[in-house]
């Protein structure tokens, strides 16, 4: 658990950050720049996350950071009630997500900006780019506007 001073001398608990570190820090730096990029397979034009080597349709080699519209679904949710680490515990309750991007990948991420009881599947969302500490950007969502 990290943690890093704040403003007023207090100390500020850390989330659990990504390991950014191989194709996890590229996608993890395309979010720095407030773009959304996936990996597009050159041989068969499918887009896949997580990051990896391989595409897992064709098994070509040769991929490319695609920019992704950050627009999709809402395919799936849980609200988190109780915090499982200490840096969330002034968060509670928020929406943990799984959204399907137009494009066709599936994220786990935040469903932000919309309270728990209004979440309905399938409703639009669009990506909204969150600092979550120690510089690390991550991609949230929120309802489309
Ligand atoms: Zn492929």
């Known amino acids: 658990m990290g943690v890093s001073p704040s ?3 207090e100390r500020q608990i850390l989330p659990p950050l ?4 191989g ?3 590229q996608f993890y730096h395309w979010c720095s720049q407030s773009q959304l990029r996936f990996q597009r397979c050159k041989g068969c034009g499918r887009w896949r996350h997580i990051p990896r080597v391989a595409c897992p349709q064709c ?3 040769e991929w490319e950071w695609a920019l992704s519209g950050g627009r999709g679904r809402l395919f799936t949710w849980t609200v988190v009630a109780r915090p499982m680490h200490p840096a969330f515990a002034q968060e509670v309750p928020y929406v943990v997500a799984i959204i399907e991007l137009e494009e066709g990948v599936r994220l786990i991420t935040r469903l932000v900006d919309c309270p728990p ?3 309905q599947v399938g409703m639009s969302v669009e990506v909204t780019f969150v600092e979550a500490g120690e510089g690390v950007i991550l991609p949230f969502f929120r309802p489309a506007t």
């Open 7 to 9: 403003s007023g001398g």
């Open 59 to 61: 098994g070509s080699l």
């Open 117 to 119: 009881e209004a979440l």
């Open 23 to 25: 194709l996890t820090a």
């Open 18 to 21: 990504p390991v950014l570190e």
